[in-house]
């Protein structure tokens, strides 16, 4: 029997369509800007989040990577939250790459706050600081429960940057489970971002692939950190057909990932070995705290494996579960009866 998938969102396979369109998919040499599905994936991303130009990517790590690159200069700052994406899960690229100085912020719904930020601005006047230069923000944000970002708070983030003339980058790793999530457009969620990465390869489904968009001259610059990262792709419109067809299909069924979370919530909710605050919970994923049960979260981890459930630790004592479109209404009430029953013994 299949285990039942609940690791993460990129799990993911392509549909029997989109392998079909993949397969037929029409390419050049995107090196050179030839090729046409390439090209109509980046005008599509582009328009339907209000941008001007779009730059299709391997990775979304190396999209944020790219916007980091074209948006500062070596030693600048960047103001993160300090369970961002970009300062955890990127091998610390922002140093690596563009030799970047972080400085990270806390709050428990992954948002940054302009009062806490406020003190720490520096301009390029004061030559014993690293000048601030961009202020990035992660929506959903993963580390903090797939929480949707406030949009009047991020607004006030813009008005933040606006006074101190410093760049907005959206992470939007999961920036479609937002849209669905708020019932706000795309291009009202990216409205007060100077750039946003969007991930094909998670909940949307494609296999590989990200789109960064922005203004036409930051797309530019980010070309040529694209290229210098070796994200410079000949035939790429095999893949970009798998994004384009995801961006167009696979945006409201969202809302069925989001409403299968909240299912399996409220299901494990009820397991006497794990705390689940089903409240938290805002799009496709739930985390749980294993405390209760005396045992760390790799070993909730591994024992639910063996019972064909996967999912991940997050921390000591926090296993986290993702829907997503390869986990149906069945496997659900399967996966919470796995894990109800693992749990009571």
């Not at 980046?42 to 979304?60: C, D, I």
């Not at 003190?119 to 959903?140: C, G, I, K, Q």
């Amino acid at each position: 029997m299949r285990p039942i998938d609940l690791r993460s969102d990129t799990v993911t396979r392509p549909s029997a369509e989109m392998r079909r369109v993949m397969a037929e998919a029409e390419v050049g040499d995107d090196v050179f800007g030839d090729d046409p599905t390439v090209n109509a994936l980046q005008a599509y991303a582009a328009e339907l989040f209000g941008k001007q130009a779009g730059l299709f990517f391997p990775s979304g790590t190396m999209s944020n990577q790219a916007a980091l690159a074209a948006h500062t200069r070596r030693g600048d700052e960047v103001f993160l939250h300090e369970q961002a994406h970009i300062l955890l899960h990127e091998q610390g690229g922002a140093a690596v790459h563009s030799q970047l100085q972080t400085r990270c912020f806390a709050s428990v719904d992954g948002m940054l706050y302009p009062e806490a930020m406020e003190p720490f601005v520096h301009t390029d006047e004061d030559w014993h600081h690293a000048p601030t230069r961009v202020v990035t923000l992660e929506n959903t944000h993963n580390r903090c429960g797939g929480r949707v970002l406030d949009q009047a708070r991020v607004l006030a983030v813009r008005a933040f940057c606006d006074r101190h003339e410093l760049l907005l980058h959206l992470d939007g790793a999961r920036v479609c489970n937002a849209v669905v999530a708020s019932g706000l457009a795309p291009a009202e969620i990216a409205s007060p971002f100077d750039s946003v990465s969007i991930c094909l390869s998670k909940g949307l489904g494609a296999p590989v692939g990200s789109v960064l968009v922005g203004s036409a001259d930051f797309i530019r610059r980010a070309a040529r950190a694209r290229k210098l990262l070796g994200g410079g792709m000949r035939q790429a419109g095999i893949v970009a057909a798998g994004g384009l067809y995801a961006l167009r299909y696979n945006i409201a069924r969202l809302a069925d990932d989001h409403r299968r979370c909240r299912i399996l919530a409220e299901r494990i909710a009820g397991a006497p070995k794990l705390a689940v605050d089903v409240g938290a919970v805002e799009t496709n994923m739930v985390f749980a705290d294993t405390r209760p049960s005396g045992m760390r979260a790799a070993e909730v981890v591994e024992l639910l494996a063996a019972r064909g459930v996967l999912c991940l630790d997050e921390g000591p004592y926090t296993v986290r579960f993702v829907t997503h479109l390869d986990v149906d209404d069945t496997a659900v009430e399967e996966a919470s009866r796995i894990i109800v029953d693992a749990m009571s013994r």
